[in-house]
């Protein structure tokens, strides 16, 4: 439906197809011409058959991607991992996302928001050219607070400089060092949404397995959420 740029090197897709059951937190997997492996990408927001992604050129599938125009068709497979169980928390909950890490806690306020919770956002990103998503966030009705770590955008530094404590129960996503420095200031606590290299991103090739406290698990398959009590980072 559309492919659009919203921060730099960030874009937004819509496309619309099949939808049913996909949650928040669950990912999909885009078969990109010209190249092998499927682009494993995050579920950014659900609206009737219309699927959203947001995703960052960081490699030639990625760049192919950006290139892609309204009216294409995608081979794509739906619904995959395990996603939030939004069920957890109480009546607030803090959602904390650090640069491509924002895409699925979108979908996430959302579906929180309608069952009539407070929403707490905290967003990180490097400089002020890479913010997106605080508009939506702000349109949903929850408090959102934004860092770089430049100082060229909101508050100046990391995610941990301004989570008070203590903190409500969380829903994260976001490179490993931003989830290290959330479990070493805030606990276990919450749920998070761990990124791996994928092979097929259906649980066959076990390339993307981490190691946790319960064993060997897939991130594609018993992830990409975990209970943060359940990580070894």
Do not use: W
Not at 45 to 60: A, C, H, N, Q
């Amino acid at each position: 439906m559309s492919n659009e740029r919203i921060a730099e090197r960030v874009f937004r897709m819509v496309l619309q197809g099949r939808t049913e059951g996909i949650e928040p937190g669950q990912f999909v997997e885009i078969a990109v011409p010209g190249c092998y492996l499927r682009r494993p990408i995050s579920v950014s927001d659900i609206e009737g058959d219309r699927l959203t992604i947001i995703y960052k050129i960081v490699g030639s599938g990625t760049a192919r991607m950006a290139q892609m125009a309204a009216g294409e068709e995608i081979n794509m497979l739906t619904g995959l991992g395990h996603g939030y169980d939004l069920t957890q928390g109480g009546d607030e909950v803090l959602l904390i996302g650090g640069g491509v890490g924002v895409p699925p806690l979108i979908y996430a306020a959302k579906r929180l928001r309608q069952t009539g919770r407070a929403v707490r956002v905290v967003m990180g990103f490097n400089t002020a050219k890479e913010v997106f998503g605080e508009e939506v966030f702000r349109s949903l009705g929850c408090d959102v607070t934004v860092c770089t770590m430049d100082g060229s955008y909101g508050t100046q530094g990391v995610v941990t400089d301004v989570i008070e404590l203590p903190a409500p129960y969380y829903f994260a996503c976001g490179p490993v060092p931003m989830l290290k420095a959330v479990l070493k200031h805030v606990g276990t606590n919450g749920q998070m949404s761990m990124e791996e290299r994928m092979g097929c991103g259906v649980g066959i090739c076990m390339g993307c397995t981490i190691d946790t406290k319960e064993g060997f698990r897939r991130v594609c398959k018993e992830g990409p959420v975990f209970s943060a009590d359940a990580l070894k980072i």
